[in-house]
Structure formats: structure tokens, C-alpha cells
């Protein structure tokens, strides 16, 4: 599955929420407040959090859109976690480190 498969599944109105939780990850990372390995994990509750709130304030909060949320989470953070490995790869790839 590539990247523009994944975006496809996503839903618009949480679209929004993959550059930020990149950025979110970007500052975690720079500030080092959090360690490496638990960035991933801190991003996907993140992102469910949100994901969650943002269904739920806008069609209620069923068990279905509660479900819905932690879905589309998790795709968000996966979706910000694997822009971030593929910029830091295909960068030190060219660069030859």
C-alpha cells in the first residue's frame, strides 16, 4: 500500500491532523522530552484522542463513531509516522550517511 492509498482512507475533516501530529513529532523529538521509540506511540494516542473528539462533536458519540475515531487515529499517525521515516531515509539516502 503506498502513500496515496492511505491518504484515501482517512476522512477530510481529519486530514488536517497528519501534518500536525508530524510536527507535534518534530518538536517531541527536537526537544527531547519524550524518548525516540515512545514518540510513535505518544502521536497514535494523540491522534485517537483527537480523532475521537472531532467525530464525536460532529455526529455524536456512538460506540460505532468512538470506534470510528480510534481508526482514523491511528491511520493519521501511522500516515505521520511514515512521511517522517520516508523524508529522514530518502534524505540520508542522497546524502550517503
Do not use: C
Amino acid at each position: 500500500m503506498d502513500y496515496e492509498q492511505m491518504v484515501m482512507l482517512i476522512k477530510p475533516e481529519l486530514f488536517i491532523l497528519v501534518p500536525v501530529l508530524n510536527i507535534i513529532g518534530m518538536y517531541i523529538k527536537k526537544t527531547g522530552i519524550i524518548k525516540s521509540w515512545a514518540i510513535p506511540i505518544t502521536l497514535g494516542v494523540l491522534g485517537i484522542v483527537v480523532s475521537i473528539l472531532v467525530l464525536g462533536f460532529e455526529r455524536g458519540f456512538a460506540p460505532s463513531v468512538i470506534l470510528d475515531g480510534i481508526l482514523q487515529g491511528i491511520l493519521a499517525a501511522g500516515i505521520a509516522v511514515y512521511a517522517h521515516q520516508l523524508k529522514i531515509q530518502t534524505t540520508e539516502g542522497r546524502l550517503g550517511k
